[in-house]
């Protein structure tokens, strides 16, 4: 069994930053990619980044590139999300997920998730 928990959501104006973090618990060792993923109102949920503990190699959505980053920490069990540069368009509540596979931008090939963190910038 795998637990993921995000935190650092909160609200924050247009061009400033926040940094979310995930811990992972539980069997971690059959997690090999994590990834972060998005979903505002009324939208699907979307790719933000993602993570394999190989490389390590990184993997960015058009839209975050040059703005977030992503990294991890394996002794702590926890991987991070810096975001700079925000825009009112990255309103949307922030998912942690795991899986064990290949590194991949598909949320339905990630069987395990966080509860969520809101993230909301104003203009």
């Known amino acids: 069994q795998v637990q993921l928990v995000e935190s650092g959501g909160g609200l924050v104006q247009a061009g400033g930053s926040l940094r979310l973090s995930c811990l992972a618990s539980?069997?971690?060792?059959?997690?090999?990619?994590m990834g972060w993923f998005r979903q505002a109102p009324g939208k699907e949920r979307e790719f933000v980044a993602a993570?394999?503990?190989?490389?390590?190699?990184?993997y960015y959505a058009d839209s975050v590139k040059g703005r977030f980053t992503i990294s991890g920490d394996n002794a702590k069990n926890t991987i991070y999300l810096q975001m700079n540069s925000l825009k009112p368009e990255d309103t949307a509540a922030y998912y942690c997920?795991?899986?064990?596979?290949?590194?991949?931008?598909?949320?339905?090939?990630?069987?395990?998730w966080g509860q969520g963190t809101q993230v909301t910038v104003s203009s």
């Open positions: 997920s795991g899986r064990g596979g290949a590194l991949i931008a598909r949320p339905g090939a990630y069987p395990y």
């Open positions: 993570i394999s503990r190989s490389g390590p190699t990184t």
């Open positions: 539980g069997r971690t060792s059959d997690i090999n990619v």
